[in-house]
């Protein structure tokens, strides 16, 4: 069984587009995130980056979860460790 899932870009059928309000906002980056972590996109348009911008987009993201994610939520949410 796959340990990952994208159920919410296959689903949402409402507004997508940003600066309308919080919850619009919000469904707008899930669905991005999870096209955008396509296996077909990501394998494109990996490549194509520069150091840079691999390393930028690399440091936000773990930014992100550093942030608001705790050690326990990390593991089980970004890592799939069954023990935390």
């Known amino acids: ?31 991005y995130l999870q096209k955008f972590s396509d296996d077909a996109l990501v394998q494109k348009l990996v490549p194509r980056m520069t150091d840079d911008e691999l390393e930028a ?16 939520e990390y593991h089980r949410l970004f890592l799939k460790e069954a023990s935390h």
């Open 1 to 31: 069984m796959a340990q990952h899932s994208h159920e919410f870009v296959e689903t949402y059928d409402d507004l997508i587009g940003f600066g309308l309000d919080r919850t619009t906002d919000e469904n707008t980056l899930i669905v």
């Open 57 to 72: 987009l690399f440091h936000l993201m773990n930014r992100m979860m550093r942030k608001y994610l705790s050690d326990s």
